[in-house]
């Protein structure tokens, strides 16, 4: 169970027990918590401390009891487990803003709901792929947060940015198992756990009014939006089950009605010690994206060969480097953007980011006698061929191409060509952004 399903449990647990005593040791056993996580995690979900949520659903049922007049206020402040008449009326007004004796009288319906946790956040999914993936549950909306973080790159990066993570708690004295703190971790966008050395930032969720001044530690809004989540329990080998975790995403998504969103992947890091130390499990936040909101469609288009300049950078950060080079030589070169004849395309083998193998490589349409004397870049013709083209904005990129090559291996029309994979970007001047316009050539061939 995620931590919702376990809030929704604990909801449950409250809900059987109204006329019953109480103790939230027993409730948050129910959740699987320890109390401190669960007081902590009940806040974040229900938007309620727990007694409180007790206490008005309580309330919110003795009303009722008292509008229908079939027992005395005495036999309803028993009923809801109270000790007294005196504390059950002091409870009552504070809520109701009357007391029992002058509510049934009123034209006052206090009526406090049961909060349904899986109703409110959670999307209904296709029968099928909900019974063959049960674990998996499609978050409605996720929030923006604010958060405090450090990246660690290196070997065990996930230790490192713990450590520095654990120390900033410690010197602000927060802490972590009270009020409403949520930890996160994620790989770097920039590397590829599958070497011995990458990146992996830690982040724990902070007030607005939180001033973070820290040589490393420094803060930025994670983005919401719509997410898949699964729960990961804590066993022998927690880093093999995770990995295993996303897997299991990644085929869940081929049979249902979402694509790869464009937030961050995330991993909630459940249960600490006092001290920071992680003893719980994770959950793992997939975003997504309904198919239907890509809005991408397909064209033919048979692509002419183009005389170009190009520029490869490898490694970390290829794509900042091989964009700034050849945006500072197409300046120097008088070379302007918002001609029509000036056309700007990549090519890179996505596969392999984040690893030293990785290369990105950019090319830019040039008047065909012009004369490079630059020795780093490369005058050449790209051949071109059959493609078929997205239109679509960078920040969907990733999203798109992955349903794109999904989209070719089940097309009864084509089937993948042996020439580039090719992306243009759609631009006036030398920036790329997430809102920058940018067509996707797939290489195709005709089936016969």
């Not at 509008?67 to 059950?88: M, R, T």
């Not at 980011?353 to 090319?363: A, D």
Request: proline share 2%; with cysteine.
């Amino acid at each position: 169970m995620n931590y919702y399903e376990r809030i929704q449990k604990a909801i449950d647990y409250i809900e059987a027990s109204l006329e019953e005593e109480m103790k939230i040791e027993d409730i948050a056993k129910e959740a699987f918590m320890s109390v401190s996580n669960f007081y902590r995690m009940f806040f974040a979900i229900t938007g309620y401390q727990t007694k409180e949520y007790i206490r008005c659903r309580r309330i919110s049922c003795a009303a009722r009891d008292l509008k229908q007049g079939k027992e005395k206020i005495i036999e309803v402040a028993v009923k809801y487990a109270y000790n007294s008449v005196d504390a059950f009326s002091r409870s009552f007004k504070s809520i109701t803003g009357f007391l029992p004796s002058k509510y049934t009288d009123s034209i006052k319906n206090y009526v406090f709901e049961r909060v349904d946790v899986m109703d409110k956040y959670f999307e209904v999914q296709d029968s099928e792929v909900a019974e063959q993936y049960p674990d998996i549950k499609v978050l409605k909306e996720m929030k923006a947060m604010r958060v405090a973080y450090y990246c660690y790159y290196g070997k065990n990066p996930e230790d490192g940015a713990f450590s520095v993570m654990q120390d900033w708690v410690k010197k602000n004295n927060i802490d972590i198992n009270n009020g409403n703190y949520r930890i996160f971790g994620y790989n770097a966008p920039d590397t590829d756990a599958s070497g011995e050395e990458y990146g992996y930032e830690v982040c724990i969720t902070i007030p607005e009014d939180l001033v973070v001044e820290d040589e490393k530690v420094k803060t930025k809004e994670l983005s919401g939006g719509l997410y898949a989540v699964t729960a990961i329990k804590r066993g022998e080998c927690l880093g093999e089950a995770i990995i295993k975790g996303w897997q299991r995403f990644q085929k869940w998504l081929e049979g249902s009605k979402y694509v790869y969103g464009e937030a961050q992947w995330l991993e909630e890091h459940l249960g600490f010690t006092q001290d920071m130390e992680h003893i719980g499990g994770v959950d793992l936040y997939m975003p997504i994206l309904l198919r239907s909101d890509l809005k991408a469609e397909e064209t033919e288009e048979l692509l002419s060969p183009l005389t170009c300049v190009s520029y490869t950078v490898k490694g970390k950060n290829a794509e900042n480097k091989a964009r700034k080079y050849l945006f500072d030589w197409a300046k120097n070169n008088g070379i302007e953007f918002q001609k029509a004849e000036t056309r700007l395309f990549a090519f890179y083998n996505f596969e392999k980011i984040g690893t030293p193998e990785y290369f990105y490589t950019l090319y830019l349409t040039i008047p065909e006698a012009l004369e490079i004397k630059d020795e780093k870049l490369i005058k050449e013709t790209f051949t071109g061929g059959l493609y078929l083209k997205r239109f679509i904005k960078y920040k969907m990129n990733s999203q798109s191409w992955f349903n794109f090559i999904k989209s070719i291996e089940h097309n009864e029309k084509y089937c993948f060509g042996s020439h580039h994979f090719m992306e243009e970007y759609v631009i006036n001047e030398p920036m790329i952004d997430g809102d920058t316009d940018i067509v996707q050539y797939m290489p195709v061939m005709r089936r016969i």
